[in-house]
């Protein structure tokens, strides 16, 4: 009798066991389902799926979170494009430092599950990550619109959206080769410039906005191989001497001094030779889309129709 107690007694502690080991393995299990592992230009991180809190540097990634209805805490309120100024007017909405630099203690206290940054905040990566998650986002100089998808769809992956990222990568796919179809055949050459305080910058096949030239295949008047997000620095003569067809222009006074500059001051007695001012082809970009934000689903549909005006 005893014995058997025993025996009975030893089999219930093995169940016991076996069923608290089955358990552990399953909560495992759900853990890594419920981590997505997000690859990106400033590591590889784990990353929450479906996050709550979600923290937002990337102006570019904040407009497809908005186009997508997914709720955001916290962004810095010091640069925000015009397109996204219900985030800015938002009490519910954390400032949570600079464009440039986030504020650590701020975000520390937050209980984040999810950072989102660019390659412009690369030096507190690290110290990012020890507070919550943290990707980059960014957009890819060199590999504009490659970069923007690529974005796009580990934004739907990351919040179980995948679906309906997919279709707006091939709706953008779609516009872009519609805007080849009609700016690639012709032969209008064109310049774009960032004007800054009586200044000019321009940016060619490797710089900034390089899908002008690698994917709508525009054709470049500057000769050029910055690959700098600030362009190259060049005077007025130039753009004189390159004579393009069309001129775009971003105006980045608007921005820092909230005031838009007199086109009378942009074109000046060079500027009036080229072939873009004969012709009235002159056209200014609006800098909360090509100078603060770009890289979104907003940015980007918007920016393929500004060039693409241009040839028609």
Request: aromatic fraction near 8%; include cysteine.
């Amino acid at each position: 009798m005893m014995k058997n107690k025993l025996y009975a007694l030893a089999s219930l502690l093995i169940l016991l066991m076996m069923s608290c080991k089955n358990e552990i393995k399953n909560k495992a299990q759900v853990g890594k389902k419920d981590l997505v592992q997000v690859k990106h230009e400033l590591g590889n991180s784990k990353v929450p799926k479906e996050p709550q809190k979600v923290y937002v540097f990337d102006m570019g990634s904040l407009e497809t979170l908005a186009d997508l209805g997914i709720p955001v805490a916290g962004i810095p309120k010091d640069f925000v494009p015009t397109h996204l100024k219900s985030y800015l007017e938002n009490t519910h909405v954390v400032d949570v430092g600079s464009i440039l630099q986030p504020n650590l203690e701020k975000l520390s206290t937050e209980n984040a599950d999810l950072i989102i940054i660019s390659s412009l905040h690369a030096s507190d990566y690290k110290a990012l990550t020890s507070i919550a998650p943290t990707v980059s986002l960014g957009v890819d100089s060199r590999n504009y619109t490659a970069s923007v998808l690529k974005n796009l769809a580990t934004i739907g992956n990351i919040f179980g959206v995948s679906e309906i990222t997919d279709q707006k990568i091939a709706l953008l796919k779609a516009d872009l080769e519609a805007a080849k179809k009609i700016i690639a055949p012709s032969q209008k050459k064109i310049m774009l410039l960032m004007y800054n305080s009586g200044a000019f910058s321009t940016f060619g096949p490797q710089a900034r906005y390089s899908f002008v030239f690698n994917d709508l295949q525009a054709k470049s008047a500057a000769n050029t191989e910055d690959t700098s997000t600030h362009g190259t620095v060049i005077s007025s003569e130039y753009i004189s001497k390159a004579n393009p067809d069309i001129l775009f222009i971003i105006d980045r006074n608007e921005i820092m001094d909230g005031v838009k500059t007199n086109p009378k001051d942009v074109e000046n007695a060079l500027i009036q030779k080229t072939k873009a001012y004969k012709n009235k082809q002159i056209y200014y970009l609006d800098p909360n889309i090509w100078y603060i934000s770009g890289g979104g689903t907003y940015s980007m549909k918007h920016m393929i129709t500004d060039i693409q005006q241009a040839y028609y």
